[in-house]
C-alpha cells in the first residue's frame, strides 16, 4: 500500500483530534472487540511536519478496537 500525501493543515488549532480517512478499507467495520489492522500517518497542525506514519516503518498498527482506547 502507498503511503497517500496529507495537506498541510490549514485554519485555527482545532479544539480536539481531528481523525480524516485518507484510504478507506474495503472490509466489514470493525466492532469493540475485535482485532483491527490499521496504516496511519502523523501531521502536526503547528508545522504541517509529519511525526509518526507506520508506512515509514511497513506495519501497519495493530489493536483491539474499543470505544474507550486502544489497548
Known amino acids: 500500500m502507498d503511503k497517500p500525501f496529507v495537506d498541510f493543515p490549514d485554519g485555527p ?3 480536539e483530534l481531528v481523525i480524516t480517512d485518507l484510504v ?3 472490509g466489514p467495520q470493525a466492532e469493540a472487540g475485535q482485532i483491527v489492522s490499521v496504516h496511519y ?3 502536526a497542525h503547528s508545522t504541517g ?8 516503518r ?7 478496537c474499543d470505544l474507550v482506547a486502544v489497548r
Open 49 to 56: 511536519e509529519e511525526f509518526d506514519s507506520s508506512y515509514d
Open 41 to 43: 500517518v502523523g501531521v
Open 13 to 15: 488549532l482545532p479544539a
Open 58 to 64: 511497513g506495519q501497519p498498527l495493530v489493536f483491539v
Open 24 to 26: 478507506e478499507g474495503t
